[in-house]
């Protein structure tokens, strides 16, 4: 027998390795825009088209790279930014795995420009399948430009996995903000298929997430500043009365990469506590800065994750350093609402606190917490950190419960019959202001309001979908509401089908919206709040790949618009909704499984007393 072990060639390893480092458009941008970032540009130009499946381009004034280097950059394990294992632990740039190029060159053609300062021309590559094809001088301005072409042309199997354009132009724009808002201080700019969606001039970090997040946030962000031995907390939180009903303003970054973190985003939500409701969420963008040494970036491929040395005391710093924040907030006063942008400016308005107000601010137990030296361990014995596994895990736990459930329920409430269907003629009873008592032929049926209803309203939508669109009643007074860019993507999605479910909206440009008319029950006044929340809803859906957009679409809206438990349903209600829940094609549980009723049969009850 012949020995049959073959090294892979380094084009074929380069097209496996880059499964984990390129797996969409967007992972592209990323590692692009970061390293323009690493090359010390100050102005970042990116381009799409077609949603970057024929063309994602970075254009930087950073510092290039010798000829040498340019060819070298596309070596898999070719970087500039590490030297030995020890390095990984002073990082200071945002890549330094050299992969990314050599991944993108092994699964899409590419063209580099790049030139020096020191260097009279540049050199121009394009490259295919890892393979240099071409290579000569070129006239430009210092600076390098990436423009990756046709991903995935010759991997049709990667290609076809990628999602519609829109997206995937959802993800790009997701990424785009997250470097952008980490580097306030350079200029950059975003162009989709010839049109401009971002154009960010240098700033503050202040006037980043506004450009980016919307001017509601103008005026109303608190700023979050906490120094410490072991850590620094810096940044913006919005004021309470921004919160959302749509999570997605949310950003963490750590050492100025962002970072995915549902724990840290738990400390934040505690922090906010009794101040927002609790189906809303608030505006964060967090900078927490620490010694690298504390940290390994390198969990994860695309270093979203990452691990720090001591996640307790992170989380109890994150948490404070919010309370603080928003403890100051509440005794400024209100001032700057309505306030223009010179006055704003005035010392005595930005510093809005009274020497009075600073002591007592600064004798406040929390203030103390960070000016304490090794405050470390005295965080980490705080009592209410012991427990935080508890809560966090155990609302992980059941969620994931419901959802195995939802998808095994169903057959257990599988359509019954019409004979379940209650006799109207009797008195109804309402219990707990969610829950409808009613007598049939058999026995009796307990009704859960929001669950029938969620029923009535899905069947209602399925209707308006195969032909029977809902009549929207046009506004007076048309409102208009503002999204962040990525909800505005999904809402520009959803806009023709939302037309057939009576919802009229009108793209106003800017990432904002017109209400031009709701469906004749939606209560006027309310349209923002229902736009939101739907919003919200659906991205619950939006990893679910078994719906389509239009099924989680419906979804939503049932959900959102069906009345709630602790509801009183005055009687003329209560039987409407009964009629209308048996004359659905599915009465007996919601578009999830959930059950709608529960028959309580007499014979059984006869059986129960004895008689
Ligand atoms: P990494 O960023 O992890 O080092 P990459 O594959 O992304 O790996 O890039 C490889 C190298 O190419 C970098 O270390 C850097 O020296 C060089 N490089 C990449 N992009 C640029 C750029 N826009 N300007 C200057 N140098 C760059
Ligand atoms: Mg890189």
């Known amino acids: 027998m012949p020995d049959i072990i073959q090294l892979l060639p380094d084009n074929i390893a380069n097209q496996i390795a880059a499964g984990e480092v390129i797996q969409r458009p967007a992972s592209a941008v990323k590692e692009l825009l970061e390293n323009a970032v690493d090359a010390g540009a100050d102005?970042?130009?990116?381009?799409?088209?077609?949603?970057?499946?024929?063309?994602?381009?970075?254009?930087?004034?950073?510092?290039g790279m010798s000829e040498t280097d340019a060819r070298m950059a596309f070596e898999r394990h070719a970087t500039s930014k590490i030297r030995n294992i020890d390095d990984l632990f002073r990082i200071k740039t945002m890549g330094f795995r050299g992969e990314a190029l050599a991944s993108i060159a092994a699964v899409a053609q590419v063209e580099l420009k790049t030139k020096r300062a020191e260097d009279d021309a540049g050199i121009y590559l394009e490259i295919e399948n890892s393979f240099v094809k071409v290579q000569e001088p070129v006239a430009m301005e210092n600076g390098t430009s990436i423009a990756m072409k046709n991903l995935f042309f010759n991997v049709p199997a990667r290609r076809n996995f990628l999602k519609?354009?829109?997206?995937?132009?959802?993800?790009?724009?997701?990424?785009?903000?997250?470097?952008?808002?980490?580097?306030?201080?350079?200029?950059?700019?975003?162009?989709?298929?010839?049109?401009q969606v971002f154009h960010l001039e240098k700033g503050t970090l202040k006037q980043?997430?506004?450009?980016?997040?919307?001017?509601?946030?103008?005026a109303r962000l608190v700023n979050v500043q906490e120094h410490t031995d072991y850590l620094n907390i810096t940044g913006f939180v919005g004021k309470p009365e921004t919160a959302k009903k749509t999570r997605g303003d949310q950003y963490f970054f750590v050492n100025n990469r962002f970072i995915k973190s549902a724990y840290l985003n738990h400390a934040v939500m505690n922090a906010f506590d009794e101040m927002i409701a609790k189906d809303s969420f608030p505006m964060y963008t967090l900078f927490i800065d620490l010694d690298p040494a504390q940290l390994d970036i390198n969990v994860h491929p695309t270093k979203q994750?990452?691990?720090?040395?001591?996640?307790?005391?992170?989380y109890a710093f994150v948490q404070s350093a919010v309370k603080h924040a928003l403890a100051q907030f509440s005794i400024t006063p209100t001032l700057d609402f309505e306030l223009d942008g010179s006055i704003q400016n005035l010392d005595a308005v930005s510093k809005p606190f009274t020497g009075d107000q600073q002591s007592t601010a600064s004798s406040s137990s929390l203030f103390q917490t960070f000016t304490q030296k090794n405050q470390a361990h005295f965080i980490e014995n705080k009592s209410e950190l012991k427990h935080w596994r508890d809560f966090y895990e155990k609302d992980d736990m059941v969620l994931s419960q419901t959802q195995a459930r939802a998808g095994?329920?169903?057959?257990?409430?599988?359509?019954?019959?019409?004979?379940?269907?209650?006799?109207?003629?009797?008195?109804?009873?309402?219990l707990h202001q969610s829950y409808i008592v009613v007598q049939n032929d058999n026995g009796y049926l307990?009704?859960?309001?929001?669950?029938?209803?969620?029923?009535?309203?899905?069947?209602?939508?399925?209707?308006?979908?195969a032909g029977k669109p809902i009549a929207t009643q046009q506004s007076l007074f048309p409102v208009s509401i503002d999204l962040s860019a990525t909800d505005a993507v999904i809402l520009l999605e959803l806009l023709p089908d939302l037309q057939q479910l009576g919802y009229a909206l009108e793209p106003f440009g800017n990432n904002s919206f017109v209400v031009q008319g709701t469906p004749a029950d939606v209560m006027h006044g309310n349209e923002k709040t229902a736009i939101e929340k739907m919003l919200e809803q659906y991205k619950h859906f939006s990893n679910d790949l078994k719906f389509s957009k239009r099924e989680k679409l419906m979804r939503s809206l049932a959900l959102q618009q069906s009345i709630k438990g602790g509801t009183v349903l005055a009687l003329k209600e209560m039987e409407s909704l009964l009629q209308n829940l048996f004359a659905c094609a599915t009465p007996n549980s919601t578009p999830n499984g959930k059950p709608t009723y529960m028959t309580f049969k007499k014979d059984e009850m006869d059986k129960m007393f004895g008689r």
């Open 446 to 465: 307990l009704v859960n309001q929001q669950n029938a209803h969620e029923r009535i309203l899905y069947e209602k939508f399925i209707n308006a979908v």
């Open 208 to 218: 980043r997430i506004v450009q980016v997040l919307g001017t509601n946030y103008n």
């Open 408 to 430: 095994s329920q169903f057959s257990q409430y599988a359509p019954k019959t019409v004979s379940d269907a209650p006799a109207l003629t009797d008195a109804l009873l309402q």
């Open 305 to 314: 994750e990452i691990k720090f040395e001591d996640e307790k005391i992170v």
């Open 164 to 195: 519609s354009n829109t997206a995937e132009l959802r993800h790009i724009v997701d990424e785009f903000i997250r470097v952008a808002m980490a580097f306030p201080e350079i200029f950059f700019s975003l162009s989709s298929n010839g049109q």
């Open 43 to 63: 102005e970042i130009r990116l381009i799409i088209n077609d949603a970057g499946k024929a063309l994602v381009q970075v254009i930087d004034n950073g510092k």
